[in-house]
């Protein structure tokens, strides 16, 4: 059985290593999976196919002329006809579109829905559009209960939905460090003083990330505290607006704009909180990946994070655009060294118990074999 993910890149971010883990478990099991990349003319991107080489996972670039590209079209079903593709799963609203029309009779069909943006006009349209093709598909895979809803809301219909949740490899990760047995909190608090605290972020630089609510809650804690270190890894469309903003909030001179990390682990491990200040997710894997790393995270409550997060158990959760909230949950783990250790190593915890890459990939693996069974039968 092979299968392609075909997917439209626009960096490495969750969609993309969601592609990667999932391929990394299927070729560890014997398995052939092929990562097929659109590469757009007007916004190229070649960090999943690097990343993909360097894994050793089989890779084909398709080169999309223009927003519609009929040439493109021919050029997939060609080669999923040359190298005996089974199915074809694609990741996002434009990949969907061309394995929609790519797919010969003997092609099935599966599609992953990691979120649907409705922040403007366009968008509500492209989603709209996504939809009725996804009504069309043999199976569409939701990451997130609130992603299912949307879907159900535009009629996709039920019987075709799967939820499964996103999953990342711990072992990847640094664990977390032992909780000090000695000292004292008395003593923990002092070294903190000692020592830049170091806040990150990792993500595209897209509005429904909502770093502008970082950066403004980013320059109320640097009133109270001067140790602070706020790097932010990604890149996007608003970073000019963002770097503008920090500027303006007189705090340029302690963010750092790390671009791209394609490093994930030696960028966790570079920081003490991480934040997600996100006003619309479906389960980001970045969140999961900090967790994986020990890290305790500041999150909104969006999408299907809080399905994850136990407030104060193995996270802290709060509003979306809530700055006061956001303030004070990072406030709560600059000034606690030690609830930031048993925070992060409770959501290593997590991960490892729940939402690890193997469980993920299995249930994928069930979805390809069923479909699989249906084609045969």
């Known amino acids: 059985m092979r299968v392609m993910h075909l997917i439209s890149s626009s960096g490495f971010y969750g969609a993309e290593r969601v592609v990667t883990e999932i391929s990394k478990m299927h070729k560890k099991w014997g398995l052939s999976p092929i990562i097929g990349i659109i590469r757009n003319a007007y916004n190229p991107h070649t960090e999943l196919a690097r990343y993909a ?30 190298v005996g593709v089974d199915i074809i799963h694609s990741h996002g609203y434009k990949s969907d579109i061309y394995c929609y029309f790519s797919a010969t009779q003997k092609n099935k069909i599966v599609a ?17 559009i996504d939809a009725l093709f996804l009504r069309k598909f043999d199976c569409v895979v939701a990451v997130s209960k609130n992603v299912k809803n949307k879907m159900l809301r535009l009629g996709v219909p039920l019987r075709k939905i799967t939820v499964i949740h996103n999953g990342v ?64 890894g990604g890149d996007g469309y608003l970073k000019a607006d963002l770097i503008k903003l920090a500027k ?25 909180i ?73 959501a290593r915890e997590t991960v490892i118990s729940k939402f690890t890459s193997q469980k993920m990939a299995e249930k994928y693996l069930e979805i390809y074999l069923r479909n699989r069974c249906h084609s045969l039968g």
């Open 53 to 82: 080489a360097d894994c050793g996972l089989e890779c084909e670039i398709f080169f999309c002329r223009d927003r519609w590209d009929r040439q493109m079209v021919y050029e997939i079903r060609r080669y999923i006809e040359d």
């Open 112 to 128: 992953t829905n990691h979120n649907w943006i409705m922040s403007n006009p366009k968008m509500v349209a492209y989603c709209m």
């Open 169 to 232: 490899n711990a072992r990847e990760f640094f664990p977390v460090q032992g909780i000090s047995k000695g000292g004292g909190r008395e003593n923990m608090e002092a070294k903190r003083k000692e020592k830049t605290i170091t806040i990150g972020s990792l993500g595209s630089f897209k509005r429904q990330k909502g770093y502008e609510f970082l950066l403004m809650a980013f320059a109320t804690l640097l009133r109270k505290y001067k140790n602070l270190r706020l790097i932010l």
């Open 248 to 272: 303006r909030l007189s705090v340029d001179k302690y963010v750092v704009f790390a671009g791209y990390q394609k490093d994930i682990n030696r960028f966790l491990s570079s920081i003490d």
């Open 274 to 346: 991480f934040v997600i200040s996100s006003i619309e997710e479906g389960l980001p894997m970045v969140l999961l990946e900090a967790m994986a790393a020990g890290k305790p995270v500041v999150t909104t409550n969006v999408g299907d994070i809080g399905e994850v997060i136990r407030n104060e158990i193995n996270g802290i959760l709060v509003q979306k655009k809530n700055i006061d909230q956001l303030v004070a949950g990072i406030a709560r783990l600059i000034d606690c060294e030690s609830l930031r250790t048993e925070i992060g190593h409770r």
